[in-house]
């Protein structure tokens, strides 16, 4: 490795490692409550030295979302399959997934304040595109779900459907990272209550003459006998 390669390298790596700390320190103390400084002396640089990567405590807070929420990207579009339903179902399993995998991102994304933020040029870019955007994605397969008459009557509104699944995946999600260890509850394994979650949602949202459904119930009575 060069000389030239080994700066880039090294470059990268305290980038990485102040976006960690910040992230931390985001979620313990706040967006008020982190300063700079306070990054810095996370991982013992100098102010200084972060100034370098970051200009100000706005922009590194926008480059960790940016960068938490391409990764969120990345697993919820994994393995995708083509049945209207199944898609959906995959999604909320990717995206339940995630948050047991990067605990401490979810926490960040979704369970501490952001403040109030103007979107820029490369925001707009983002926001609403199924190929980057998340939510996006969701919405779309939603939407594909709704044209392909899987749902039922009074159930069409795309916003509205994503929104009520994504509030169900980050219960069971949010609550595992809140409350998993806790003693007092003889919890069952994450897997169990994400799948009950997503099915007894889904339910209620289809047709009582959906394929999907049938074949769901003819699993079940063969699993019975």
């Known amino acids: 490795m060069g000389v030239k390669e080994r700066r880039e390298r090294e470059k990268s790596e305290t ?5 960690d700390a ?38 590194l807070f ?3 979302c940016r960068q938490d929420f ?12 083509s049945d209207p339903i199944d ?15 990067f605990p401490n991102h979810y926490v960040f994304m979704f369970m501490t304040p952001h403040p109030e933020q103007e979107l820029d040029e490369q925001d ?9 955007d998340a939510y996006a994605f969701l919405k779309w397969a939603v939407q594909e779900a709704i044209n392909a008459g899987c749902f039922r009557e009074g159930v069409q509104d795309a916003e509205l459907v994503s929104q009520t699944l994504w509030a169900s995946a ?24 994400a799948e009950m979650m997503l099915d007894i949602t889904l339910r209620g949202l289809l047709k009582e003459n959906s394929l999907w459904l049938a074949q769901q119930n003819k699993a079940s009575r063969q699993e019975v006998k």
Do not use: C
Request: without cysteine.
């Open 87 to 101: 898609r959906v179902l995959k999604i909320g399993r990717n995206y339940i997934q995630f948050g047991e995998r």
């Open 22 to 59: 910040a992230r931390e320190l985001f979620v313990t103390e706040g967006y008020e409550g982190v300063s700079m400084r306070k990054v810095a002396e996370k991982i013992e640089y100098s102010p200084t030295a972060i100034y370098v990567h970051f200009a100000d405590k706005n922009q």
């Open 124 to 132: 707009r870019e983002i926001a609403g595109n199924p190929e980057v």
């Open 15 to 19: 980038r990485d490692k102040i976006l």
């Open 170 to 193: 980050h219960g069971v999600i949010s609550l595992n990272i809140a409350k998993g260890k806790d003693r007092w509850v003889d919890w069952r394994p994450l897997r169990q209550r």
């Open 62 to 64: 926008h480059e960790l």
């Open 70 to 81: 391409a990764r969120l990207q990345e697993v919820v579009v994994t393995e995708i399959p």
